[in-house]
C-alpha cells in the first residue's frame, strides 16, 4: 500500500492507493462508524457491492444507493433523493457515505455528505482516472444548476481516499483518456519534469502499464494535496491553479450540453485556449502551447471548441463561472512550463478571437 497524506490539521486525511485492504483502511479513516451508505451508478455498481459486501462481512451496517449515471444526475433533484434515502434509513452522524464511483458520483454524494445533518463522514472510492487524480482529492464536493457548473456547493474533505489502480483495467477508452487531460494540467501548472515524464511515456500511458499508471496517480494526487494544503478553501489564490483551462471548460460543458462531451475533455481544449490566450498576452511563446497540442492529441483528445457554440454564449456563461467577480473575466494563464498565475484584466475582445481560432 502506498499513502499519501493530506495534511490539513483536524481535516487531514490518507489517500490510500492499494489493490487489497479496504475494509480495514475504512475502520481505520472512521473508527467510530455505525453504518456506510454506499451510494454509486449504474457504471460502478459491481464495484460498489464488492465494497458493500465486504464491510457487510466485516460487520458494518450497509445501505446501497445507485442512480443513473452521466453528469445529468449531478442535481438538485438527485441530491434529494438521497436526503431521502439517509433519513428513512436512518443515518446519523456516525454514518459514513462511502461514494464508488467517477467524478459525478463522488460530487453528488459528497455535497449530500456535507449537507445532510450539517456534515456525515465522507469517504472516497475514485473508479475512473479523473476521479483519482483531481475529484476525489481536495473536499471540493457540489451539483451543477442550468445556468453553470457547480454553482451549488461546498468544502467538504473526506476521512479517507482508496484507489486501487486495478479499476482501470476496465474503464472505457473513452474516460480513460479524459481523465489524462487533468494529469497533463498538473505538469503544466505545477511540474515540468512530470510533463517531460508523461511525453516520454505516451505509449505505456495507453497501454495501461501497471507502474506507469500508479506513478501518474501517485504524483498527480502529491501536487494536488501540496496545493489544496496551502489553500484549503481557495481564500489565498494559490488553489485557483488547479483551475487552469477550466473557466473555457465549464461553458464548453454548460453550452455543449452536459453529457456531450466528458469534463477532461472540455478541459482538454480549454487549457488550449488559456495557452493561446496567454500567447496573445506575450505571457509564453508558442512553443509552450505547440508541446501542450501534442500531448494532448497523442491522447486523442480534443484541442479547440466545436464552432457550432455561440461566441455570445460561452462568454455569457463564462461570466456566471465561480471565478469571475463582478461579471468580469479572469482565467488561469500560463506564464511558463510549470506556473500559471490569476489574471482579471483579460478584455473580452482576445477571448473572442480565441474562442473563434483566430
Not at 473513452?174 to 517531460?196: M, N, T, W
Not at 505505456?204 to 496517480?217: P, Q
Not at 504524483?219 to 488553489?239: I, P, Q
Request: glycine letters at 8%.
Amino acid at each position: 500500500m502506498q499513502q499519501i497524506q493530506v495534511n490539513l490539521g483536524p481535516r487531514s486525511y490518507p489517500i490510500a492507493i492499494a489493490a487489497v485492504g479496504l475494509t480495514a483502511f475504512v475502520r481505520q479513516c472512521a473508527p467510530n462508524l455505525s453504518g456506510a451508505v454506499v451510494v454509486t451508478d449504474a457504471n460502478a455498481a459491481r464495484h460498489a457491492a464488492t465494497i458493500a459486501e465486504s464491510l457487510l462481512g466485516d460487520g458494518v451496517r450497509v445501505k446501497t444507493i445507485s442512480l443513473p449515471a452521466g453528469e445529468n444526475t449531478k442535481r438538485l433533484e438527485m441530491a434529494g433523493r438521497l436526503y431521502d434515502e439517509l433519513a428513512a434509513w436512518p443515518a446519523d452522524r456516525k454514518t459514513q457515505v462511502i461514494a464508488v464511483g467517477g467524478g459525478v458520483i463522488g460530487d453528488l454524494a459528497g455535497f449530500a455528505a456535507a449537507t445532510f445533518n450539517r456534515g456525515i463522514p465522507l469517504f472516497m472510492v475514485p473508479t475512473t482516472l479523473l476521479a483519482m487524480v483531481d475529484s476525489s482529492v481536495g473536499g471540493k464536493v457540489g451539483i451543477n444548476h442550468p445556468l453553470g457548473k457547480n454553482l451549488i456547493g461546498a468544502f467538504h474533505q473526506p476521512v479517507g481516499v482508496w484507489i486501487d489502480p486495478r479499476l482501470l483495467n476496465t474503464l472505457p477508452e473513452r474516460e480513460y483518456r479524459s481523465g489524462l487531460a487533468e494529469v497533463v494540467k498538473y505538469g503544466v501548472i505545477l511540474d515540468p519534469v512530470f510533463f517531460e515524464w508523461q511525453e516520454a511515456n505516451v505509449a505505456a500511458i495507453l497501454n495501461r502499464d501497471a507502474l506507469a499508471v500508479e506513478h501518474l496517480v501517485a504524483r498527480s494526487c502529491r501536487l494536488k494535496a501540496d496545493v489544496v494544503e496551502k489553500d484549503e478553501r481557495e481564500e489565498t489564490g494559490l488553489r485557483a491553479a488547479l483551475n487552469y483551462g477550466h473557466t473555457f471548460a465549464h461553458a464548453f460543458e454548460a453550452i455543449g450540453g452536459y453529457g456531450a462531451w466528458l469534463h477532461g475533455e472540455a478541459v482538454s481544449a480549454g487549457m488550449i485556449a488559456a495557452s493561446r490566450l496567454a500567447e496573445k498576452r506575450g505571457l509564453i511563446d508558442r512553443s509552450i502551447t505547440k508541446r501542450q497540442i501534442e500531448l494532448l492529441s497523442a491522447f486523442s483528445l480534443p484541442i479547440a471548441s466545436k464552432p457550432e457554440w455561440p461566441i455570445d454564449e460561452l462568454i455569457a456563461s463564462m461570466r456566471r463561472d465561480k471565478k469571475s467577480q463582478a461579471g468580469s473575466l479572469r482565467f488561469i494563464l500560463p506564464v511558463k512550463l510549470g506556473e500559471v498565475r490569476l489574471f482579471d484584466d483579460v478584455p473580452e475582445p482576445q477571448v473572442r478571437e480565441v474562442l473563434a481560432g483566430r
